[in-house]
């Protein structure tokens, strides 16, 4: 059977199953609350249209408000409890392809997202108790997770392209492929509910991820191949080769690299912080009054959002070859800066759908400063960089989602917007990281440097 080079086929079918089940999700959730609560629909049945009350001195305005509150802690607390196996099998996974193959770190992740889809389903259809999802929630962390999955699509990319500027566009490109994809999976989930409702939604994502888990394990080409020397994954060696990788990638490094790593990662967890954690309470803001979106709404919402994605890569494939990487990520910031801000007051639907503009270009700073990571190390280092990179990245997922989910709780009765001011103003932070990489001297020249002082390190040790 012939196999392929071609991973993102993977990318589009995964974030398409994972965004296309986040809203539903969350409106699920919502929706359950609001009937546990006050023992009635909040989908009017002949029109499907969400109740979403403005007048503050109504009753049910307070009522909203409070499952607003409980939806917002029961994600935080969902989330909280897969963070400590999503973060352990992030790092197990992904190093694990270092040395013995990706495929793990893609259909493993395929597999949890299917179960955990699958666990929506059987709630909805023979309505079980919302507390069933922890235990999915704690299966699908052991089977990898979001950044495992993107630890594995990047460290595959590595593999597969050497040159540094095609780095850049092609890691870009993947991002690209994220935002394309939960744009769509965000017009098809409202359109989903309206016409399908939630069971028949939740179905949609889990046969995605079952055509995935074919399609990795029978058609995509591995790009590492095991040596027959190589120590089985099980044994005393095979653990320690799995754990040590991280340890070694900065114990045989130059102090500049150590440090260069240490700024990079360091402003790369920062604004995913900022970004995630804002972006994951778009659908409960849009929900809530005075914007009082609908589940279509909601989904073109979230559509709109792919103009971050597609003007992000164009970004990159125009900038890269004018500026500096650290110069384009700045751009970035600024962009996030701005379009989260004009987010945070917003009160109509126009204004809302207009933020998507000032955000053309908030996606860029991620590729780019992992690719920017991926050209500090040598080849046989890339494994170990994005098991570091995934690892951190899962911990800060699930912390800053539990964050921004706690203070939008405690804020959203005086002012639903403070959490999208919280994060602009947390985006001084990576910006001032980057900063000051640009300020002690790196230059794109010194990728190769660094590297090679890497290398130097680890020949003399």
Known sequence: MKQFLLVEPVVVMYFFAIFASFPLMQQYVYHRLWEEEYNSSLIHDEDNISHCELNQSNPNFIRQKEVQKRASLFSMSLDLSSLIPSLLMTLIIVSYGDRHGR???????CIGGFLTAGTYCAISFFSLPLDILYASSVIGGFLGSFATFLGGCFSYVADIVKDARKKNVRIAFVDMLLGLSSGIAGIASGYFIKNLGFTWSFAIPALLHIINILYIIFFLEETVQRSEFQQPVLSKEGLKELFSGVYILFKHSSCKKRLVLSLLLFAFMMYLLTNLGASS????????????WDSVLVGWGSAFSTLSFAGSFLGVYFFSGCLKDTYIVFIG??????????????????????????????AMPLPVLRSMMSKVVLENEQGSLFACIACLESLTGNITIAIFNSVYAASVVWFPGFCFLLSAGLCLIPFGAVWLLLCIGIQER???????????TGEES
Request: hydrophobic share 55%.
């Open 103 to 109: 495929k793990a770190s893609l259909y493993l992740p």
């Open 281 to 292: 309470l778009f659908t409960l803001y849009e929900l809530d009054s005075p914007l009082c």
């Open 333 to 362: 910031m600024i962009s996030w800066i701005g379009g989260i801000t004009m987010a945070a007051f917003a009160t109509t639907t126009l204004t809302m759908v207009l933020v998507r503009i000032p955000l053309l270009f908030a």
């Open 446 to 456: 010194d990728h190769v440097l660094l590297v090679n002082e890497g290398d130097s």
